[in-house]
């Protein structure tokens, strides 16, 4: 994974766009030191995202099954305590 600085990537953010994209590069970008962001292909993107779907779908799997979730919600309840 190539590093950084967040004022570099400011002024070559089109060559950085290009070296993600096509050159299947991660790029992480740093400010004063500490990570902020990383810029990945949208194909990694994507892989993270099934990826947290994955986890997401077996978590909500193991608190459906758990019999001390009795307790329901209603939507409109949760749409509120949202800001929905």
């Given at each position: 994974?190539?590093?950084?600085e ?6 070559g953010?089109?060559?950085l766009?290009n ?8 790029v992480r970008?740093?400010r004063r ?10 194909e990694d993107?994507?892989f993270?995202?099934?990826?947290e779907?994955?986890f997401?779908i077996?978590?909500?799997g193991k ?22």
């Open positions: 994974m190539v590093t950084v967040a004022t570099k990537a400011r002024e953010f089109s060559d766009l070296q993600v994209r096509y050159g299947s590069d991660r970008i740093v030191g500490k990570d902020v962001a990383v810029l990945v292909s949208v993107a994507r993270l995202e099934m990826f779907d994955h997401d077996a978590a909500a608190a459906l099954a758990n019999p001390k979730n009795k307790t329901r919600i209603r939507w409109e309840k949760v749409k509120k305590d949202l800001g929905l």
